[in-house]
Structure formats: structure tokens, C-alpha cells
């Protein structure tokens, strides 16, 4: 049909002023974040050496709605609005009677939905006078994020990615230190932290936020910045799912049925999920909506929920969270962002009440439905997202042997051009087998505080 409409797009004056806070409508509160020391709940001036006042603030907010300060909607709309797409192509592939759309991060400056979280994270800081951030990257889609927002606001940037992306990921190296952030391999010989693992390890992200953590606090005009898990960064990330859902609203489509998002920290799935969740926590509506992790780290699929240490080496406050064990070590799968060893709190706190339901796919399943998606929609998908893809795939090939016609939603978090690499090991049969050894993780859950 010449007059379908493939992207559904909105006005920069249509944008979002506010992020929202799924906390205020949780039937009943998550967890508190607790001392690593006392075990009693952490306040704001134990967050006080790693982040400015108004992080703590929206990290234990109850407030159903936080407003977008203005220098940050600015920069916002250097990409945003992000598009939404009919996947009219990938659908006709499938032969399927589901209606699938994508929600496409790739559109930011550093390629990912990264970004949506590292501008306001450093303009807070900006307010204060820090002088630099440290902090983690996966496979460099945050480090990349967070030193572009660096160089906007001029602040240092200081990263520690991790092992097995610094050694196979050189392309993401490069582009942190494109836009001025200096890279660590982790671990390194620079930190206490570092220092207990052998120099030729593979690394975890665990390890590489013990040792930005560890930086941060020995340094008076340095603050720590995190790219997931925490309240605030996956408040950040709502833009996503308040865009979609006005888009969804241009596109005809008043209910959806599936909402699906690729989970390693839960920030990308929870900036999704999260303004859909609402109107189920509402009673207004009830989409299925599925976290999608790989089985070499399948958190929230074989892990316990309990509180456990955010970092390896046992430096940051105890969150209660689906876990592995914060010593446990992933193997190093191509989509780097999705080797941590614990979920967000608020998602776990959404998959133990059983408002979100959670699936773990294979990298090998996922590929193939990235190099599926690629060849009829056009665009690479990163690693991370193709678990999503696939988790779409199997929804909407299900959705065709039952005669159903479900409108599913999924995110595209980013683009997978610096991962050509990982294309290539697939298409060439050279794509390792996930593997997980549930005695490693069992001995790293029975290292876990007992609380």
C-alpha cells in the first residue's frame, strides 16, 4: 500500500516536560536502599560524596511527575523526539497478523538511549562545580553518553570500561575519547579495587563501578555518575515510554498488548516500560510487558531476589534486587551491556509483585533476528537490542498460530554500527555459545550479605 505510514514522529514543541516516577503508584513501596555497614537505610548524606543533592532527591522521590529542567529539554532536542516506527517490512517477513512497532534510540548523538540520562546527570553536577565524573561502560554505550554530556557542560570525564569490551570494542574506545573522555581497561592497576583481580581478566561491570566508585569518593571535586540501575537514571530514561505512548496515540492504536525491552541494568527497559506500566497499575489498561535478558546472565530469570551489593567489590549501598551475586562474573557475550550481575531495584520490585514478566534468549537467536530485522527495516540493531527483537519474533510468529493481532511495542535502544564485528562472528559461524555455570552463581549468592 503506497499510503501506510512507516514513522510516526512529533514536533520538538510536543515533547515531554516531565519524567515519571513509576515509584508513586507501586502498590506497595520497593525495598529502601540500605548501608553497606549498618544496614539501616541509607540517607542523603550517604549518597552526598557521589552525587549532587538533586540526584538524591529524585533518587527517593515519590513524586509522580519531575520536571525536565529547561537547559536539559534543550539539548534533548538535538534528537528528540525519537521516532517510532511501523515495522511494516519485518512484519511481512514474518507473515504475521501482529501489528509490531519499534520506539528508535539510535537517533541521539552518541547512538543510544544513553544519552537521555547523561545530560541531566552532568548539568546537575555543572550546578555544583564538579570538576570531573568517573564511571563504568559495558560495551562503551555509556562511557560514550557520558562524555558527550561532559564536553557540553565542560566537565572531565574518566572511564573504566571493561575488560573484554576495552580488548574487542576498540571502535567504542575511540568514540569516548572522540568527544574527551579518558578510558581505563578494568580492571586496572589504579585502584584498590582493581588490584584484587589479575590484569588479563576479563572484568565485569561490578569491578569497573567498584573502581570509578572508589575514585570518586577519594577526590573532593570528582562526583561518580551510573548509566542504570539507580532510581534516578531509570527516571531519566521515561522520555522514552511518554514519546511512545503520544506516537502510539498518532498511529490510531488505542491499546497495546505487548510492551518488550532488552535488560542487562534495566534503565533502557524501564524508560520504556515504565509510562506503559502505569495505566496497568491504573486498572486502564493490561499489556504484557517482558524484560528480555541473555541466558549467560540471566538475572532475573535465575537469580534471587534479595539485597546485594551494586559493585564486586562490596563498595556502594545494598539494593534489594533480583541478583547472581555480586562477585559473579557473565561470560563475555558481544552485548556488553547486559553483563551485570543485578537488575535495577524498581524492575525487580515490578517482576516480584508481577506486573513485568521477565525471558531469557540465547545470543545466537538474537543475532538471527537482528540480521532478520536489519535486512528488511534497515537499521543494525546494537546486541542488546536484538534480545528484544527476538523476544518480538517469537511473540509475533505466536501470535500468528493463534489468529491473534496484537500491537506490540518494542525498543530499539540503539545501533549496532560499531558492532559489525559481532555480525560478522555470526555470519561466519564463529559466534560463541552463551554459557552460565549455576555453581558460580550459586557460590556467588552464598557471598551475598544475609540480611
Request: one cysteine or more.
Amino acid at each position: 500500500m503506497a499510503d501506510k505510514q512507516h514513522k510516526f514522529v512529533l514536533d520538538e514543541s510536543e515533547m515531554p516536560t516531565h519524567w515519571y516516577n513509576v515509584t508513586a503508584d507501586f502498590p506497595t513501596p520497593p525495598p529502601p536502599p540500605l548501608h553497606p555497614g549498618t544496614h539501616e537505610p541509607v540517607g542523603p548524606d550517604d549518597l552526598a560524596p557521589l552525587f549532587p543533592i538533586e540526584l538524591i532527591l529524585q533518587e527517593v522521590s515519590s513524586e509522580r511527575y519531575v520536571e525536565i529542567p529547561e537547559a536539559v529539554r534543550d539539548v534533548y532536542k538535538q534528537w528528540r523526539p525519537s521516532p517510532l516506527y511501523r515495522a511494516h517490512e519485518w512484519e511481512k517477513k514474518l507473515g504475521t497478523t501482529a501489528r509490531i512497532y519499534y520506539k528508535y534510540e539510535g537517533v541521539s548523538p552518541a547512538g543510544s538511549h544513553k544519552v537521555n540520562t547523561s545530560v541531566p546527570q552532568v548539568y546537575y553536577n555543572s550546578l555544583h562545580g564538579v570538576r570531573r565524573l568517573t564511571t563504568e561502560t559495558g560495551a562503551g554505550q555509556w562511557g560514550t553518553a557520558l562524555s558527550y554530556a561532559c564536553a557540553l557542560f565542560g566537565i572531565e570525564c574518566e572511564v573504566w570500561q571493561v575488560g573484554i569490551s576495552y580488548d574487542t570494542k576498540p571502535q567504542r574506545r575511540t568514540l569516548i575519547e572522540v568527544f574527551g573522555g579518558q578510558v581505563h581497561r578494568s580492571p586496572s592497576r589504579m585502584t584498590q579495587a582493581g588490584l584484587q583481580f589479575p590484569e588479563d581478566h576479563t572484568g565485569s561491570l561490578g569491578i569497573a563501578i567498584s573502581e570509578a566508585v572508589e575514585v570518586a569518593a577519594g577526590a573532593e571535586d570528582t562526583k561518580y555518575s551510573l548509566g542504570s540501575v539507580l532510581n534516578h537514571v531509570l527516571l531519566h530514561q521515561t522520555i522514552i515510554g511518554e514519546e511512545a505512548l503520544l506516537q502510539l496515540a498518532k498511529a490510531g492504536e488505542d491499546k497495546v498488548d505487548m510492551v518488550i525491552g532488552c535488560a542487562g541494568g534495566g534503565s533502557n527497559f524501564a524508560g520504556l516500560a515504565f509510562p506503559f506500566l502505569r495505566g496497568k497499575l491504573a486498572g486502564d489498561s493490561d499489556p504484557r510487558i517482558i524484560a528480555v535478558e541473555p541466558t549467560s546472565c540471566p538475572t532475573l530469570t535465575k537469580g534471587e531476589y534479595r539485597y546485594d551489593f551494586g559493585d564486586t567489590v562490596g563498595m556502594t549501598p545494598l539494593l534489594k534486587m533480583y541478583t547472581l551475586g555480586h562477585d559473579f562474573v557473565p561470560s563475555p557475550i558481544h552485548a556488553g551491556g547486559l553483563r551485570y550481575h543485578g537488575m535495577a531495584p524498581l524492575v525487580s520490585h515490578a517482576v516480584h509483585e508481577g506486573w513485568v514478566e521477565a525471558s531469557a534468549i540465547d545470543q545466537h537467536e538474537c543475532f538471527s533476528a537482528a540480521l532478520e530485522f536489519a535486512r528488511t527495516e534497515g537499521f543494525v540493531p546494537a546486541p542488546e537490542s536484538s534480545h528484544a527483537l527476538a523476544q518480538a519474533r517469537r511473540e509475533a510468529l505466536a501470535a500468528t498460530e493463534s489468529g491473534t493481532e496484537p500491537v506490540i511495542v518494542v525498543g530499539l535502544s540503539g545501533h549496532g554500527l560499531l558492532e559489525l564485528n559481532a555480525y560478522a562472528e555470526f555470519m561466519t559461524d564463529h559466534l560463541a555459545d552463551d554459557t552460565f555455570s549455576a555453581e558460580a552463581a550459586a557460590d556467588a549468592l552464598a557471598h551475598t550479605p544475609q540480611i
